[in-house]
């Protein structure tokens, strides 16, 4: 699958935790996105090309969107399944499209005895791919897996060069999540497993990134307007995802939820973890500071 390698992008929490080494959680799911010009989106047949009407826009995101889809079924899947037998064997694991999203594969392995017991933890990794994410700024990183770091000695070549979104770009991408969240109209639940974004945004608040990041307006500019196209939403009211009407702590509904979520992520978690109200409080902090900076 090293051919695939120059379409790719590593992206998300996974990212903060392997690459970046921001976060100390696992995650079993892993963010990648496939280029949209190696899929034929680029340039001239850019959804996001200036000057073309919404519909003309519309019907090249939903081509964008079927073409990946294809890649991942007819290129991805049998690939990557190939390549796992040649070392698993044909047993004990399967590699299928996620049921519910075609541009997601997962990969499930068995349960020993003990991760049994961690429900919150199931026993497949989610490989989250898609081509609608932006790819700007990245940067090139080392990356050793979980598996190295434990047994060095097993592989012949522990460490792996990926191309990574940069976190200062993570930072603004977890930040109008949260902000978004905070506009989540009160007949939709909260989402399901969040609690993680806003432990990622406290743990990025509190390193050196997360003070670079701050002085990156252009990159919030980025997002929100990436987002309002590619990722439309009624309510998530990204024109107000700016300084003097940014929002990151949701009200009190979500956060009872939100917090029982954080509770159960604890299994996920490798060392000490902040307690659930010093993360709102932190949180607090950024949102008053974000909205304190002049554009």
Not at 77 to 97: E, H, I, K, T
């Amino acid at each position: 699958m090293l051919k695939f390698r120059p379409q790719l992008i590593f992206k998300g929490g996974t990212s903060l935790a392997k690459v970046f080494r921001v976060v100390d959680r696992f995650s079993e799911d892993v963010d990648l996105s496939l280029s949209r010009s190696d899929l034929g989106f680029g340039d001239e047949h850019d959804p996001e090309q200036a000057g073309i009407g919404k519909n003309e826009a519309r019907r090249r995101l939903e081509a964008l969107v079927e073409r990946c889809r294809r890649t991942i079924e007819e290129k991805f899947l049998p690939g990557l399944r190939q390549d796992f037998a040649s070392v698993l064997g044909g047993s004990g694991w399967s590699l299928d499209l996620d049921k519910d999203d075609p541009q997601t594969l997962v990969f499930a392995y068995p349960e020993s005895d003990a991760t049994s017991k961690l429900r919150y933890i199931r026993p497949a990794i989610r490989l989250e791919m898609g081509a609608r994410s932006d790819d700007w700024p990245a940067v090139e990183a080392e990356l050793t897996p979980y598996a190295a770091e434990d047994f060095p000695g097993v592989f012949a070549q522990p460490k792996c060069l990926v191309r990574t979104l940069s976190a200062e770009r993570t930072f603004w991408e977890k930040a109008t999540l949260l902000h978004a969240e905070c506009h989540r109209p009160a007949t939709k639940a909260t989402a399901e497993r969040h609690s993680r974004h806003y432990y990622d945004l406290y743990c990025l608040s509190r390193h050196a990134i997360g003070t670079e990041a701050l002085k990156r307006g252009d990159l919030l500019e980025r997002v929100v307007q990436h987002k309002s196209f590619f990722f439309a939403s009624a309510w998530a009211d990204y024109a107000t995802a700016k300084p003097g009407t940014f929002r990151l702590v949701p009200g009190e509904r979500a956060l009872v939820v939100l917090s029982k979520d954080y509770a159960e992520m604890q299994a996920m978690m490798f060392g000490g973890s902040p307690r659930w109200d010093d993360i709102i409080a932190e949180l607090g902090r950024l949102e008053a500071q974000i909205n304190g900076t002049r554009s």
